[in-house]
Structure formats: C-alpha cells, structure tokens
C-alpha cells in the first residue's frame, strides 16, 4: 500500500479521540502537580513531550507495512519478555516494586508494552487455531501458556495491577475469539476457586489493600487512606465541581500519586460529574470505535488483535476509574492518556495505531486478488 | 485454500461475540457513571464537608477576660499572656508516643487519665477542635516543644490568655476562680458561645459578673495541607475583650485582714456602713485562685476540698456560728424600744443565774454586783441579759435583730450566701413540735442556744446600730463597664430604715465605745485618737460541763468561737468591722487585735479631723 492510500484510509476519528484524552491529561497534570497552589510546570512539558512522542509512535506503527505486524508479533513478545526479566534483575526499586528500567532522564516500564505484545501474540495464535462452531479447551491451554510467562514475570515484580490486565485481555480474547462458552464458564469457574490460593500468595500489603477495600475506615490513616482521600475528592466535586484550580484534595497533598493513578480524582473534584460524565463518553467513544473495528476488521488477526486492544484499554478505563471511586482495591494502573506517565502514554498510542494499520484491511477486497492481503501467499 | 485464508466473513460468531463484549462494555460504564452520580450528585453535600474539614481548621482566638479593680482602680483580678499546650486532635499521629515525649518535657502527669481521655474523645466526637493540655508553660519547655515539632504533630504551643490574681489568696473567697466551661455549661450557654477549653467564672465574682467579664471568643479559619501545617488564613473574626468590674473593695485592707487573721480560721469582713459598700472581706484559710486558672490538679483539689478546715467554704457569708455575746446591744435596743427595760435598771450579779433548778453562770465567776445596762454591755455581764433575755421572750428580741438584718439574706452580690437563724417560737414550734422554754430565753440573752448567724449578718447588725437604723444592702460591685461600653453603676441601696428613738441609738453607741474605751472587754482594740465601738463575743462551741475551763485548754475542735464587731468613728462611722475567729478562744484577746489592725489600716489614709466630721 502506497503512503497516500495509507493516508487516505488514516482512522482519524480514533486519534483525535486519544487527542482531547491527551489535552484533558496535560491541563489536569498541570492542576495534579501543584503543591500548595502553585502550579509546577516541569512535569507538564514532560507530560507534552510524551504525547508528542506518543503521536510519532501511533503514526510509526500506523505506517508499517500491512501484515507486518501480524508477522512480528511473536519476535515482539519474546523480545518484551527478555525486557521483563531485565527489569527483575537491574530494574529500578520504587515503592518497594522493580518496574522500571532507567533510560537516561525517563523511566521505561516494559509491563506496559507487554500489555500489547501479549494481544498481538494472542490475536496471532486464536486467528490460527479459530473453528466454526467454537475453540474447545485443547486450544485454549496454550494460550494460557502465552499469557502465563509475562503474567508471573510481572507478578513477580510486584505489580499484580499490571498482571491482572493480562488475565482481562486473555478472557476479553477468548470471548472474541470464540472459545466455547462451556470452557470459559469451566476457566471462570477455576479462577474463583483460585482465589483462595492467590490470597495465599500475597504480600501483607497487597492483603491489607484487599481488606481496607472491603472497609476503608479500618484503618483511616493508613491502608484505608488513598481510598477515602479519594472519594472526598471525587465526591466533593458535585455536580459542576470546584473549578479547575481550585480542587483542595490535590493541591494540599490528600491525595496520593495525584497526578499518575489517582489522576481521576483531581479531575473529578474540579470538574465535577458533569466533567466526569463528558470524559467517560470520551472513553466510551473510543472502546466504540475499538469494537467498532473490532466487527468491521475483514481478518481475523485484525479482528482479535483490535479486541485485544478494545479490552486493554476497557481494562484500564474501569479499574482505575473504580479504583478512584473506591468500588475497587487501590492498585496500579494508569488511567489511559489522562494519567502522568511515559510508558502508558507510548502503549496507548502505539496500540492505537495498530489498530488504526489494522483497520485498513476492512478496504480490502475479497477473494485472494488485488491488494488483498493473505496471509500465508 | 479455504482454510488458510482467515477473512472472516463466515464468521458471524465473532461480531456477536464482539458485540456482547460492547455490552459489557456499556454496562460497566453505566456503572460507573452511576457510581459517580452518587458520590457527586447524591452524597456531594457529604463529601464536600469533609473535604473542608481536611483542609481547614478553626484555631480558637480567647478573648481576654476583663479586669476586677479595686476601689482604687487597681487590678485585683486580670488577665495576662501565658504559654499553653494545645492538642489538636486530628493531628495527632500516636498519642501514646506524643504523651509520653510529652511527658519529659512538661511536668504533665502522662497517666493523668483526665487529659488523655479528654483527647482521646475529642479525636473520636470532635476532631476538629483544640484542646489545652497544659497551661502556662515556662519558656525552656516550650523552646524544647518547638525543637521536637516532629515528634509532636498534634501538639502544639499558643500563647493565651490567663487569669492571673497579682493578691494570690487574699481575694480569694470574693473573687473567686475560672476553670474550663463543663460539658454541661457549654450546653446550657444558649448561644454556643462557650466553646471548648473557655474558661468560666465557676465561684464568687468571677461567677456572677461572668456574663460582663467573659469576652466574645474570636477565630482564624486556617488552609492546612495533608500534614497538618497552615497553609494560609482564610478568614479571621478578631475577639472582642470582656468589660470590667469595679468593686468598693480595698487591696490594702484586704491584705490587712488577711494578714491579722493570720493562719487562723474564720472571716473578717468591713463595711461602710452609710453605703453598705464592702471594703474588704477576707475568709480563712483560703485557696490560690492562680492555681485554679492554670488548671488544678485532682490531688490539689482533693487536699482542699477534704481540710477540716474547709478552705474552699466562705466563712463570711456561709458559716454560721453563735454569736455569744455579740448579741447583746440588741437585746438592749429591744429592751429600750420595746420600753421594757430602761438603761438605769440595776441588775444584781452574783455570778449566776437560777431559773427552777437550772443556773446559769456568769463569765465572770465571782460576779459584777449591781450593774445597770452600759456597765453591762461594757463588762458583757451575763446574768444581766439572762434577765434581759427571759423578760423580753424570743419573739420582741427576734423582731428586732431580723429587722436589722440578722438572720436575713442580706442580699449582698455575692454568690452562696446562706442566712443564720434567729429563733422564735412560732420557728420552734414548727421544727421541732415543742413549746418555747423559759431557759432558752435565758440563754438567747448571751447569744447561745438555737441562734446562730453569719459574720456578714453581724457586720450589717451591728452597721445597722452604728447608722442608728439605716439597713443598707451590702455591695461589693460598684460599677460595669460592659464590653460593648455601657457603663451600669450599682448606687447604695437602703433596705429600710428603723423608727429608733434617737436617744437610745445615742445610748448604746456609748455603751459599744465603752466596750473598748472604758475598761471593758474589747480594750484591746483602742485607737489612738479614734474612738471606736464594738462588743467581744465568745460562742462556746460546746458546752462543758462542771468547771470552767479556759478556752486555750481544749483541744482545738471544741474551744470557743472569738467574735469582735465594731465600728468607727462612733459618732460618725466610717467603717464597721466584724472578725470571727473558729476555735479562736476569747474575743477580746483573739479578734479585737484583727479589727484594730483593720481599722488602723482604714484611717491610715483617712484622717479623721473635724472636716471630717459630720461628714458622710
């Protein structure tokens, strides 16, 4: 495909959508990162440089050729996974986690990238092993295996925020890929049982997040803090919120991590829950457009790989967004484009721009002729 | 061919597979909108109030109480700057470690369960607000407070405003104290204008001249962030001063008293009799009403409030006791105007009295002879008024005394005032269900038996003798000034005036200042160049049968009560004076010397001249 026809069949809608998420980000990055009122700007031109960034990435990937992705997706994820186990062995230790690898001024997070490397792979290994009628629990046991490796690794780190998006991506998959209800409900089944086991394995922190989840006045100075901090900002917001600026729960540090995962917060008490409605249909439009191509995608790999990236994103979306208004324990996970942070801001447009690349297959003409694209010819 | 190419036309199971994700998809954000809509929409009022509480604290501005002076415009009562430990609850981090820093740096008793408790509520009911820990810090420990901050989130030092009373005890009784409005205050203060750790007068002045004194409390309204630390002021209320209260007492004569009643217990109080305005009023043993404005430790307040001697009772308007032979000159004013006993009637004296089988001695052993009614009001000649006593009957003798004031509320503004008892027999009948005896009215002519009356009943009595019948409302305060600056003036105030004939007013001022002049038994409290008046009395606490024994002999509990009120000059009096001393033995020799010194003290500055005279 030529650059003009690339450019022809460019989804704008799909990046002007993650724009104004990015615009919304920077100003309330700007609010989240004042201290007692005054603005601090430095994290603001990062935050710029990142979308900047983020934008050639969503446009680097766009342009790959077509198929080329489908075609890289396994050297992808076992390249993330070696950054995986890099990050446990050098990585940097913050708040008592290794999720980062320092490059030069900005701290990278390969569990991040992972998130995508793993729909890719998945999106490549259900496009091979689809039937009519239903995969069957033979052909999903492997794909377990795919997702097993990146999921401990980050585990591991610790970061079972991080771990258990893969888990969503992989049941988000198998629905779109068409495993058969009967082994979905037997996984589900399993994975309820599992809990018990999981609670097993858990740090002491990680329990005590569970439980102050389940009552935060437990413990209101402590565990239970981030939780109700944060549904004093969210709910002292109102209806039309304080005006931006003039939150208080950010400014004068009732909030932790104002400007990364409890970035919501600061929005929500400035803007209140006209503001908040208005960002949620922001959100809501692009999980749209991703299902959108999702149905429309002429190819399989196509098909799964935007439904991979549908649910990543829906993963993101609500676990934070219910984190922040205490329907759900307190862990890491960005909120896309709207959250500080580099890693996140790269997956999510390099993840929009494959399915951007992805969705041109949906111009092509059937049968094997033309510019069609076969895999495997 | 077919199945290498993966277009998924024939796969209508993935877009319904899709859509239901979509589904999904629409109803989590559904939810989340709804979540959202309860905690903004429903619950905002809510949170909106405790984001406010996060971030601003109202930090307290005490007003300063307003000052009680003197007759002579010195501060008896004021307040002044003190250094206090306050808790702000939400602050604190782990009270237990705070408490025990606390602890070596404060001499506050860690375990004192009061103020950890206090805190300990607090954090739970009204996190909010602060709370004084201790007061009156000195400055090494609040440079140590300040140098462990850190250690000391919820705690910290303001300077406040405290009580102070520059004469310690010896305004004691009248002034009284402040303490920490109660819970119970607090509710009771209609207007919520008692906050939290405000102090409140709680006894004497202090209580009843609360409403004037007690200022209106302003307040700083602080931006804090999440550690705690000010932020900024949003607002500020500034707090507007209490009025002041000006008394008829006088600071040096106060002390006088205090100094010649000494150790002893008992009650001195002085009166200007043609206004009622008291001059001074002390009540032994007293209390630091200091300590009480820096809080008083339990163990402190235990100790007074268990002493025998019960320094926390005003004796000068509380205690009663038997006036003994205070009582006399009105019984001989009710003999003289009842026209029942003229002054020249001679009474024989051979040491006692028969009445039936009972006799009543006379103090003095082996008699006074014949005596008529000044040589026996001179020499306090017992049989004369047992005589006296049982041909004038309770009821003339009661008459009189309640009219001029004993066994009265005599209204003075002070608070607790309780009033003695002059008997009668209508009061017997009622009380007890028996009929008067004879020998009651014998024993009512030297002030024993059922009378009993207070040393603040006995200066206005005796007040009353010396203006001839003027019955004046004693008044301590004189004027206000209110702390919105109106001022309210207290003029004297005449109860009534007795129809007394002149003469007999005349005759019994004579007698009183033969008492002390003319070798009688209040010699002991002559002036130089002031001719004074006054009767000893000496009221047996109990009565010992047999002998006579001296009154130094007893053990302490049941010697006699030593009384001595007079006043001064006698034909134009200034002051009238009333000493009674508990368990003080005889009253010539234990309280004329106090009303002397008093007295001495009150002409030092007052030259009593002939432009003086007939002067009011």
Same mark, same amino acid.
């Given at each position: 495909m030529t650059l003009p026809s690339k450019w022809a069949r460019m989804d704008w809608p799909l990046l002007l959508n993650a724009l104004a998420l990015c615009a919304i980000g920077l100003l309330n990055v700007y609010s989240g990162t004042r201290v007692h009122g005054v603005p601090g700007t430095a994290l603001v031109t990062k935050q710029l440089a990142w979308i900047l960034l983020g934008v050639a990435a969503f446009f680097a990937v766009y342009l790959l050729s077509d198929g080329f992705i489908e075609e890289a997706a396994n050297g992808f994820f076992i390249a993330v996974l070696l950054l995986l186990v890099v990050v446990l062995l050098v990585g940097r230790v913050r708040g008592g986690a290794q999720r980062w690898i320092a490059l030069g001024a900005f701290n990278l997070q390969p569990s991040e990238f992972a998130k995508i490397a793993v729909t890719f792979a998945l999106a490549k290994y259900f496009s091979r092993t689809y039937r009519y009628g239903g995969v069957g629990l033979r052909e999903v046991l492997p794909a377990i295996g795919l997702v097993l490796a990146p999921f401990l690794l980050v585990a591991l780190q610790p970061d079972l925020g991080s771990a258990g998006v893969f888990l969503f991506i992989l049941a988000g998959m198998a629905v779109v890929a068409c495993v058969r209800w009967k082994v979905l409900a037997l996984f589900g089944t399993a994975g309820a049982a599992a809990v018990p086991v999981l609670w097993f394995f858990m740090k002491e922190y990680q329990r005590q997040r569970v439980l102050t989840f389940l009552?935060?006045?437990?413990?209101p100075l402590g565990a239970g803090y981030h939780v109700i901090q944060s549904k004093i900002a969210v709910g002292s917001g109102?209806?039309?919120?304080?005006?931006?600026?003039?939150?208080?729960q950010g400014s004068l540090r009732f909030l932790p991590e104002q400007h990364t995962d409890f970035a919501f917060a600061v929005f929500s008490e400035e803007w209140g829950f006209l503001g908040s409605f208005l960002l949620l249909i922001l959100f809501l439009l692009l999980i749209y457009r991703l299902f959108f191509l999702t149905i429309r995608s002429q190819d399989r790999f196509a098909s799964f790989a935007c439904g991979g990236i549908a649910v990543f994103f829906l993963t993101h979306i609500v676990i934070n967004m219910a984190m922040v208004c205490g329907?759900?324990?307190?862990?890491?996970i960005p909120l896309p484009?709207?959250?500080?942070g580099g890693s996140s801001m790269l997956t999510g447009m390099m993840a929009l721009g494959a399915a951007a690349n992805l969705s041109r297959s949906r111009f092509t003409f059937q049968?094997?002729?033309?510019k069609g694209r076969v895999i495997g010819s | 061919m077919t199945g290498r190419i993966?277009?998924?036309?024939?796969?209508?199971d993935i877009t319904r597979r899709s859509r239901i994700l979509l589904y999904i998809a629409l109803g989590v954000f559904a939810l989340l909108i709804g979540r959202l809509y309860w905690l903004q929409v429903v619950e905002s009022d809510r949170y909106r109030m405790l984001a406010e509480n996060n971030r601003l604290r109202l930090r307290t501005v005490r007003a300063p109480r307003g000052l009680i002076l003197d007759?002579?415009?010195?501060?008896i009562a004021e307040t002044q700057g003190s250094f206090d430990l306050v808790c702000s609850p939400v602050d604190v981090k782990d009270l237990q470690a705070e408490i025990s820093l606390l602890g070596e740096i404060v001499e506050? *008793?860690? !375990? !004192?369960?009061e103020v950890v408790d206090k805190i300990r509520s607090a954090m739970r009911s009204n996190p909010y607000s602060s709370i004084t820990?201790?007061? *009156?810090?000195?400055f090494e420990q609040v440079s140590v407070i300040e140098f462990n901050r850190e250690a000391l989130p919820g705690f910290s030092v303001l300077v406040e405003a405290t009580r102070s009373y520059p004469y310690g005890t010896a305004f004691a009784h009248v002034l009284g104290y402040v303490g920490e409005a109660s819970p119970e205050e607090m509710e009771r203060s209609e207007d919520g204008s008692l906050a939290m750790g405000d102090l409140i007068g709680k006894y004497g002045l202090e209580r009843l001249m609360d409403n004037v004194l007690r200022g209106v409390n302003g307040g700083r309204k602080v931006e804090v962030d999440a550690a705690g630390r000010?932020?900024?002021?949003?607002e500020e209320v500034p707090s507007r001063a209490g009025g002041a209260v000006y008394t008829s007492l006088d600071a040096d004569l106060q002390v006088t008293a205090q100094d010649a009643l000494g150790n002893r217990a008992g009650a001195v109080i002085a009166l200007a009799p043609r206004t009622g305005e008291v001059l001074a009023f002390y009540s032994g043993p007293a209390f630091d009403p200091n300590a009480f404005a820096r809080g008083i430790r339990k163990a402190d307040w235990q100790a007074l409030n268990t002493d025998p001697r019960k320094p926390?009772?005003?004796?000068?308007?509380q205690g009663t006791y038997a006036p003994g032979s205070t009582i006399k000159p009105f019984l001989a004013m009710t003999g003289l105007e009842e026209k029942m006993?003229?002054?020249e009637k001679q009474v024989l004296c051979p040491g006692s009295f028969r009445l039936g089988n009972r006799v009543f001695r006379c103090w003095r052993e082996k008699g006074h002879g014949a005596v008529d009614m000044y040589r026996a009001i001179v020499q306090s000649c017992d049989v004369y008024f047992y005589t006296l006593g049982l041909k004038l009957g309770p009821d003339r003798v009661a008459k009189l005394e309640k009219a001029t004031g004993?066994?009265?509320? +005599?209204?003075? *503004?002070?608070?607790g005032e309780r009033k003695g008892l002059v008997p009668t027999t209508e009061w017997k009948r009622t009380v007890t269900k028996e009929r008067w005896y004879d020998y009651e009215s014998v024993i009512l002519g030297i002030g024993q038996g059922a009378v009993h009356l207070t040393p603040l009943e006995m200066a206005i009595g005796y007040a009353t003798l010396a203006t001839g019948g003027e019955v004046m409302r004693p008044r301590v305060v004189s004027k206000v000034i209110e702390k919105e600056g109106k001022v309210r003036t207290f003029p004297p105030e005449m109860l009534r005036k007795l129809p007394w004939n002149p003469e007999n007013v005349d005759f019994i001022r004579k007698a009183l200042a033969g008492v002390v002049n003319?070798?009688? +038994?209040?010699?002991?409290?002559k002036l130089p160049g002031i001719v004074v008046g006054g009767k000893t009395g000496t009221a047996q606490v109990a009565s010992v049968k047999g002998k006579m024994i001296?009154?130094? *002999?007893?053990?302490y509990e049941i010697r006699d009560h030593a009384w001595f009120v007079a006043f001064a000059?006698? !034909?134009?009096?200034q002051i009238v004076v009333a000493a009674l001393v508990e368990h003080g033995g005889h009253g010539g020799s234990a309280a004329a010397p106090i009303v002397k010194s008093v007295m001495q003290e009150f002409f030092r500055t007052r030259p009593v001249g002939p432009e003086r005279k007939g002067g009011a």
């Amino acid at each position: 495909m030529t650059l003009p026809s690339k450019w022809a069949r460019m989804d704008w809608p799909l990046l002007l959508n993650a724009l104004a998420l990015c615009a919304i980000g920077l100003l309330n990055v700007y609010s989240g990162t004042r201290v007692h009122g005054v603005p601090g700007t430095a994290l603001v031109t990062k935050q710029l440089a990142w979308i900047l960034l983020g934008v050639a990435a969503f446009f680097a990937v766009y342009l790959l050729s077509d198929g080329f992705i489908e075609e890289a997706a396994n050297g992808f994820f076992i390249a993330v996974l070696l950054l995986l186990v890099v990050v446990l062995l050098v990585g940097r230790v913050r708040g008592g986690a290794q999720r980062w690898i320092a490059l030069g001024a900005f701290n990278l997070q390969p569990s991040e990238f992972a998130k995508i490397a793993v729909t890719f792979a998945l999106a490549k290994y259900f496009s091979r092993t689809y039937r009519y009628g239903g995969v069957g629990l033979r052909e999903v046991l492997p794909a377990i295996g795919l997702v097993l490796a990146p999921f401990l690794l980050v585990a591991l780190q610790p970061d079972l925020g991080s771990a258990g998006v893969f888990l969503f991506i992989l049941a988000g998959m198998a629905v779109v890929a068409c495993v058969r209800w009967k082994v979905l409900a037997l996984f589900g089944t399993a994975g309820a049982a599992a809990v018990p086991v999981l609670w097993f394995f858990m740090k002491e922190y990680q329990r005590q997040r569970v439980l102050t989840f389940l009552n935060p006045e437990l413990d209101p100075l402590g565990a239970g803090y981030h939780v109700i901090q944060s549904k004093i900002a969210v709910g002292s917001g109102g209806l039309i919120g304080k005006g931006y600026l003039q939150g208080t729960q950010g400014s004068l540090r009732f909030l932790p991590e104002q400007h990364t995962d409890f970035a919501f917060a600061v929005f929500s008490e400035e803007w209140g829950f006209l503001g908040s409605f208005l960002l949620l249909i922001l959100f809501l439009l692009l999980i749209y457009r991703l299902f959108f191509l999702t149905i429309r995608s002429q190819d399989r790999f196509a098909s799964f790989a935007c439904g991979g990236i549908a649910v990543f994103f829906l993963t993101h979306i609500v676990i934070n967004m219910a984190m922040v208004c205490g329907l759900f324990p307190v862990v890491g996970i960005p909120l896309p484009f709207v959250s500080y942070g580099g890693s996140s801001m790269l997956t999510g447009m390099m993840a929009l721009g494959a399915a951007a690349n992805l969705s041109r297959s949906r111009f092509t003409f059937q049968g094997g002729g033309g510019k069609g694209r076969v895999i495997g010819s | 061919m077919t199945g290498r190419i993966r277009k998924r036309e024939q796969d209508p199971d993935i877009t319904r597979r899709s859509r239901i994700l979509l589904y999904i998809a629409l109803g989590v954000f559904a939810l989340l909108i709804g979540r959202l809509y309860w905690l903004q929409v429903v619950e905002s009022d809510r949170y909106r109030m405790l984001a406010e509480n996060n971030r601003l604290r109202l930090r307290t501005v005490r007003a300063p109480r307003g000052l009680i002076l003197d007759r002579k415009g010195r501060a008896i009562a004021e307040t002044q700057g003190s250094f206090d430990l306050v808790c702000s609850p939400v602050d604190v981090k782990d009270l237990q470690a705070e408490i025990s820093l606390l602890g070596e740096i404060v001499e506050f *008793d860690v !375990d !004192d369960p009061e103020v950890v408790d206090k805190i300990r509520s607090a954090m739970r009911s009204n996190p909010y607000s602060s709370i004084t820990v201790a007061r *009156d810090l000195r400055f090494e420990q609040v440079s140590v407070i300040e140098f462990n901050r850190e250690a000391l989130p919820g705690f910290s030092v303001l300077v406040e405003a405290t009580r102070s009373y520059p004469y310690g005890t010896a305004f004691a009784h009248v002034l009284g104290y402040v303490g920490e409005a109660s819970p119970e205050e607090m509710e009771r203060s209609e207007d919520g204008s008692l906050a939290m750790g405000d102090l409140i007068g709680k006894y004497g002045l202090e209580r009843l001249m609360d409403n004037v004194l007690r200022g209106v409390n302003g307040g700083r309204k602080v931006e804090v962030d999440a550690a705690g630390r000010d932020q900024r002021l949003v607002e500020e209320v500034p707090s507007r001063a209490g009025g002041a209260v000006y008394t008829s007492l006088d600071a040096d004569l106060q002390v006088t008293a205090q100094d010649a009643l000494g150790n002893r217990a008992g009650a001195v109080i002085a009166l200007a009799p043609r206004t009622g305005e008291v001059l001074a009023f002390y009540s032994g043993p007293a209390f630091d009403p200091n300590a009480f404005a820096r809080g008083i430790r339990k163990a402190d307040w235990q100790a007074l409030n268990t002493d025998p001697r019960k320094p926390m009772q005003n004796k000068g308007l509380q205690g009663t006791y038997a006036p003994g032979s205070t009582i006399k000159p009105f019984l001989a004013m009710t003999g003289l105007e009842e026209k029942m006993q003229e002054k020249e009637k001679q009474v024989l004296c051979p040491g006692s009295f028969r009445l039936g089988n009972r006799v009543f001695r006379c103090w003095r052993e082996k008699g006074h002879g014949a005596v008529d009614m000044y040589r026996a009001i001179v020499q306090s000649c017992d049989v004369y008024f047992y005589t006296l006593g049982l041909k004038l009957g309770p009821d003339r003798v009661a008459k009189l005394e309640k009219a001029t004031g004993l066994g009265t509320i +005599t209204g003075i *503004d002070l608070p607790g005032e309780r009033k003695g008892l002059v008997p009668t027999t209508e009061w017997k009948r009622t009380v007890t269900k028996e009929r008067w005896y004879d020998y009651e009215s014998v024993i009512l002519g030297i002030g024993q038996g059922a009378v009993h009356l207070t040393p603040l009943e006995m200066a206005i009595g005796y007040a009353t003798l010396a203006t001839g019948g003027e019955v004046m409302r004693p008044r301590v305060v004189s004027k206000v000034i209110e702390k919105e600056g109106k001022v309210r003036t207290f003029p004297p105030e005449m109860l009534r005036k007795l129809p007394w004939n002149p003469e007999n007013v005349d005759f019994i001022r004579k007698a009183l200042a033969g008492v002390v002049n003319d070798y009688g +038994t209040g010699g002991s409290a002559k002036l130089p160049g002031i001719v004074v008046g006054g009767k000893t009395g000496t009221a047996q606490v109990a009565s010992v049968k047999g002998k006579m024994i001296k009154s130094e *002999d007893l053990p302490y509990e049941i010697r006699d009560h030593a009384w001595f009120v007079a006043f001064a000059p006698v !034909d134009d009096p200034q002051i009238v004076v009333a000493a009674l001393v508990e368990h003080g033995g005889h009253g010539g020799s234990a309280a004329a010397p106090i009303v002397k010194s008093v007295m001495q003290e009150f002409f030092r500055t007052r030259p009593v001249g002939p432009e003086r005279k007939g002067g009011a």
